[in-house]
């Protein structure tokens, strides 16, 4: 299920798509890496939810932030 505010991005980490993820942060600019769907989760949010590590790992390596304190 697609949730309102859910970005390509979103969506990526929540399946555990590491290579999509990646080309998505690689052609698009995420000024503050804190983009919120409507239940403010964030594409960290929804890696860690998917115990998808590797995406986790590369998202917080690129600065991104969880808005779940997980």
């Known amino acids: 299920m697609v949730e309102p505010g859910m ?3 979103h ?3 929540r399946k555990g ?12 600019t ?8 409507e239940d403010r989760y964030t ?4 890696a860690l939810m ?3 590590n590797e995406v986790a790992q ?3 390596e690129q600065g991104f ?3 779940t304190g997980t």
């Open 30 to 37: 995420f000024p503050n890496h804190m983009e919120f769907t």
């Open 65 to 67: 932030l969880s808005n």
């Open 58 to 60: 590369f998202l917080l």
């Open 11 to 13: 969506w990526a980490c």
């Open 43 to 46: 594409p960290l949010d929804y």
């Open 7 to 9: 970005t390509a991005l």
């Open 17 to 28: 798509h590491l290579d999509a993820g990646k080309l998505l942060i690689e052609y698009r």
């Open 50 to 52: 998917g115990e998808h």
